[in-house]
Nanobody, 127 residues
Framework: QVQLVESGGGLVQPGGSLRLSCAISDFTLAYTGMAWFRQAPGKEREGVACIMVSSGSTYYADSVRGRFAISRDNAKNTVYLQMNSLKPEDTAIYYC????????????????????WGQGTQVTVSS
């Protein structure tokens, strides 16, 4: 069973930075896409960043474009989310996800496109 474990969340002041990590237990699968989602209290889950495995192309939600960056390190079986210029509205539980189906490349911001999920890590942006 593939396991995804997020880390790096915490409390940060507005304007600060955090880097989230997602360690994937099995990096040998033929993944199609990897992504970060978030869910704030009382809100629906939303995709914030994704990376296509074959092309390396990255995509971002409008709300985070220019501030967040997704990357992957094959040697460390890890996907990262670098978050800069954080705002209070970025407060949420952040989840990483990995997909093995082609649908992840067609609908990268749809949660149903992904097959494996982490347990989430809390990010709180507050002064």
């Amino acid at each position: 069973q593939v396991q995804l474990v997020e880390s790096g969340g915490g409390l940060v002041q507005p304007g600060g930075s955090l880097r989230l990590s997602c360690a994937i237990s099995d990096f040998t699968l033929a993944y199609t896409g990897m992504a970060w989602f978030r869910q704030a209290p009382g809100k629906e889950r939303e995709g914030v960043a994704c990376i296509m495995v074959s092309s390396g192309s990255t995509y971002y939600a409008d709300s985070v474009r220019g501030r967040f960056a997704i990357s992957r390190d094959n040697a460390k079986n890890t996907v990262y989310l670098q978050m800069n210029s954080l705002k209070p509205e970025d407060t949420a539980i952040y989840y990483c996800a990995a997909g093995v189906r082609a649908i992840a490349t067609l609908f990268p911001f749809e949660g149903d496109s992904y097959d494996y999920w982490g347990q989430g890590t809390q990010v709180t942006v507050s002064s």
